[in-house]
């Protein structure tokens, strides 16, 4: 980087020296004779009004000119210059006044008092012949050797800078200096128009629309050059000399604006140098002023602004240094480029104002410096592309690294990533095994948990049969026993009845003891006792017989196998062992259809279904606190549905919110009290019924009940 | 013979009772708690025996509501394997003497009867000796005041006060 940026700084040098030779070059190799010593001034306040030309010649207070060319300056005052010429030698020559820009310029040649000859010239006024010779105003001194006071009086008017560099030289003199003019300000054209082109093109082609401001300063400056010199023709306007008068104000103006806006954007000065930016908008104001002033046609405080305002461009040197200084390259050449130009301004501004000689190199100072600066310029604009060029390509070569290294550091990060992946998967492999072995005591857990809530039914259930059998037992037993005794009585009875002998005379005697003895043992209440034990005896062995039977349907030995089973049969043992648990607290109505198809499933442990829903049932209606013992309900229901059997369990009881229907078949829920329930009944539940791919239904209402439904493939 | 009553919401039960006590006790039997209050009134019931499952009300609360009323008659409830807490939630309370577990035993059963029925003579005798002993001592009492007075007037006679002083003695004896 160092080394690039000290190889463009010797750039400009080697510039340097080239701009100077080309200038060196292009001056022309003579000298040319300015006769301003020779001539008087008098301003025209000083002529008395309705004075005749040929009295003004005489008047007092003529001012001789110190200076070989007078520079007026930018006044509204009319100015009168009186020459004495030598009728001998200067007769046949042409008088020259190298200034093209004059308003109004005038010209008699006066032999001994009298106007022998008047021209008239000027961008507005162009009474009299045809007065040019090329570019400048030339006035053709006539012969006259009979002349004793041969003078010439020129009159001057301009709301531009009244320069008068006048000579007196020989047509061929005039008209080869001319050609040199043309010549030169062609190739000065010829370097305009082609950067103009050059820049547009480029302009079209990149872009950028720096170019087209440069477009815009180029042709406004050429411009400016061209009305300057003497060119105006070239542009048309002395059609309109309304325009014409205020043609060289209005590319003043426009060329500095240009200036501006190009200077502003090339270097960027919003961003680098905002405080010049402001202060450019400040000349941009002013040059708007200006450009009032022109149009109202206050033309000289029109150009006196407009040359105030020149002073900007002095102002773009430190801007473009600060520039150059932020790293700006193009600023460079820049700052080359308007130092020439600027060199050149202060050439012709010094020439101006005859601090130094006015001769060719002054004079062709400014175009020269111009069209270099120009064509410095385009190369600072090129630079500048390239600049933006490089600068886009440093910035993709930057991002091109940053990536590169993001790329690395994201190789890295997963080289990392990769690493900290198999740590982890490690890890997790190992939580994974903890996990499987903590799974494993959970299952094993569970399945204890499971095994506890058999056991539990179970215990129920044992507690049920032992409730049921507990009656039939004890009257069966004690009324056999009892049974034996009234027997006894009916033997003994029987006995002295067999011992009873027809033929004994005693016989009527015998029979009233036997009656006696009967009404002793009081057999007639015997007998009625006998048939009551008997039927007690029947009652209870027929109740155990069903007790034992649906005990052997509700345990079957062949639980856990698949095997068709009548759904009935297993609701009803389920209600057998149930019922001296239930018949108490509530009435149970049942309901069940007689065409069931069997149904293939695991007996025993839709037993345990069963028995938990059913018990689910009855708590729930004990639950509910606004219900009369003898209006508790289970309604109990089989049907068949197709292929389907649909088993409907449903209660009055206090059924349960959405919240707790939503969760009832999790594992470990309970609405109960902590130690009355493992919350596993019907998560159990759900299990069996679930290896039977049975659907569960299950409605409920807060406060109203809940049914069940239980639908099973047949 | 001693009285007992049988309460029982199983009239099998009731029946075999009764068949098996009948020789030896005067049984009382109903399944309805309220002909039980009436068979109480009745008949001078000696032991109260009730099954402690039933549907209208469990054998402790029948206790309960006998016990203002009838407290003398000695409690027995007869109970399944169930309830035990209750069962001895009503023993720690005093309400029931004995309980028997289903199915009875017929010679304990008797044995327990009878026993309780002991208990409750020795209770009825007790309670009629201090009576009689309240009954003596107010006879002594009235005769004392008597003798107090015919001594203080010396209206008696000798033998009359010799006879009244005989017969305190023979109260108090």
């Not at chain 1, 162009?126 to 006259?144: H, K, M």
């Not at chain 1, 060119?231 to 325009?243: A, D, F, H, M, R």
Request: hydrophobic share 45%; glycine share 6%; proline share 4%.
């Amino acid at each position: 980087m160092r080394e690039r940026r000290h190889a463009s700084s010797r750039l400009p040098w080697r510039w340097w020296l080239i701009c100077l030779a080309a200038l060196a070059l292009a001056l022309p190799s003579h000298a040319q004779q300015y006769i301003g010593r020779r001539m008087q001034l008098l301003p025209d306040s000083m002529v008395p009004r309705m004075s005749v030309t040929e009295q003004i010649v005489d008047l007092l207070g003529w001012q001789p000119i110190e200076v070989d060319v007078p520079n007026l300056g930018v006044t509204e005052e009319v100015y009168w210059l009186r020459l004495t010429l030598d009728p001998a030698m200067e007769a046949g020559a042409l008088l020259e006044v190298q200034n093209a820009t004059i308003d109004e310029l005038s010209c008699f040649i006066i032999c001994d008092g009298e106007v022998i000859t008047a021209y008239g010239d000027g961008e507005t006024h162009r009474s009299g012949q045809e007065s040019r010779l090329g570019t400048y105003p030339t006035f053709a001194i006539p012969l006259a050797t009979e002349c004793t006071d041969f003078e010439v009086l020129l009159r001057v008017e301009s709301g531009k800078p009244l320069l008068l560099p006048i000579r007196l030289a020989g047509h061929k003199e005039v008209i080869d200096d001319a050609h040199v003019r043309d010549v030169f300000f062609a190739a000065y054209f010829g370097i305009i128009f082609v950067m103009l082109l050059y820049n547009l093109f480029l302009f079209f082609s990149v872009g950028d629309r720096n170019y087209l401001w440069y477009a815009f300063y180029i042709i406004t400056v050429g411009g400016a050059q061209l009305v300057l010199n003497g060119y105006s023709e070239l542009l048309g306007v002395e059609q309109w000399p309304w325009l014409e008068l205020r043609v060289v104000h209005l590319f003043g103006v426009l060329s500095g604006v240009a200036t501006i806006i190009f200077a502003r954007d090339f270097l960027d000065l919003p961003k680098r140098v905002p405080w010049l930016n402001t202060v450019m908008y400040v000349y941009m104001g002013l040059y708007a002023v200006a450009m009032l002033f022109t149009l109202l046609g206050l033309l000289t405080w029109a150009y006196n602004l407009i040359n105030f305002c020149a002073l900007a461009i002095f102002l773009l040197i430190p801007g473009a240094v600060l520039s150059l200084r932020q790293g700006f390259r193009p600023a460079g050449y820049f700052l080359l480029a308007w130092t020439f130009f600027i060199a050149a301004v202060v050439v012709f501004v010094l020439k101006d104002s005859s601090i130094i000689p006015f001769n060719q190199w002054t004079f062709f100072a400014l175009p020269v410096g111009n069209a270099v600066e120009v064509v410095l310029l385009s190369l600072a604009l090129a630079s500048r592309i390239n600049e933006l060029k490089q600068e886009s390509a440093r910035a993709r070569e930057r991002q091109l690294q940053l990536a590169r290294q993001n790329e690395r550091i994201v190789k890295d990060q997963n080289r990392l990533l990769e690493d900290r992946v198999q740590e982890r998967t490690l890890k997790l492999t190992e939580t994974n095994r903890d996990l499987e072995g903590a799974l494993n005591e959970l299952r094993t857990a569970q399945q204890q948990l499971v095994q506890q809530e058999k056991l539990a039914s179970i215990g129920q259930l044992t507690a049920g049969i032992a409730h049921e059998l507990n009656n039939p037992i004890n009257f069966v037993s004690s009324s056999s026993a009892s049974l034996k005794r009234d027997f006894d009585d009916v033997e003994e009875v029987l006995k002295l009845v067999l011992a009873l002998d027809p033929e004994s005379q005693e016989l009527q005697q015998e029979v009233r003891a036997l009656q006696e003895r009967m009404e002793e043992l009081d057999l007639a209440f015997t007998q009625d006792e006998i048939v009551q034990l008997l039927k007690g005896i029947e009652d209870g062995a027929g109740r155990t017989a069903e007790i034992v039977k649906g005990l052997r349907i509700f345990g079957r030995v062949d639980g856990d196998a698949f095997a068709p089973a009548q759904l009935n049969e297993l609701l009803e043992s389920t209600l057998v062992i149930l019922r001296s648990s239930l018949r108490d607290q509530v009435a149970i109505d049942l309901e069940l259809a007689e065409d069931l198809p069997p149904v293939r499933c695991q007996a025993g442990r839709l037993n345990q279904v069963f028995m938990n829903m059913i018990t689910n049932a009855a708590h729930a209606t004990m639950a509910r606190a606004d219900l009369a013992p003898e209006d508790r309900l289970i309604y109990i229901s089989s049907r068949v549905e197709g292929k389907r059997v649909i088993i409907r369990i449903e209660d009055n009881g206090a059924g349960m919110s959405d919240e707790v229907r939503s969760q009832i078949f999790d594992p470990f829920f309970t609405t109960k009290e902590v130690g009355e329930g493992t919350g596993l009944g019907l998560s159990i539940v759900m299990g069996i019924l679930s290896d039977h791919e049975a659907e569960v239904d299950v409605t409920s209402q807060l406060g109203k009940g809940t049914a069940f439904t239980l639908t099973f493939k047949a | 013979m001693i009285h007992v009553l049988y309460l029982d919401d199983e009239s099998h039960n009731l029946t075999a009772f009764r068949a098996a006590f009948r020789r030896v006790f005067k049984v009382h039997v109903t399944t309805e708690p309220t002909e039980a209050v009436q068979l109480l009134r009745e008949h001078p019931i000696e032991v109260v025996i009730s099954d402690q499952k039933m549907p209208a009300l469990s054998g402790v609360e029948f206790f309960e509501l006998i016990m203002s009323d009838f407290p003398d008659p000695i409690r027995m409830l007869l109970t399944g394997h169930a309830d035990i807490d209750a069962v001895i939630d009503a023993i720690n309370k005093g309400q029931i003497y004995k309980y028997i577990s289903k199915p009875w035993n017929e010679a304990e059963l008797q044995a327990l009867v009878e026993e309780a029925a002991g208990q409750f003579r020795r209770k009825q005798s007790v309670q009629q000796e201090g009576n009689r002993l309240v009954e003596q001592m107010r006879q002594a009492r009235e005769i004392a005041s008597w003798l107090i007075e015919a001594t203080a007037s010396g209206s008696a006679n000798p033998a009359e006060i010799h006879e009244k002083v005989k017969k305190i003695d023979e109260l108090l004896s």
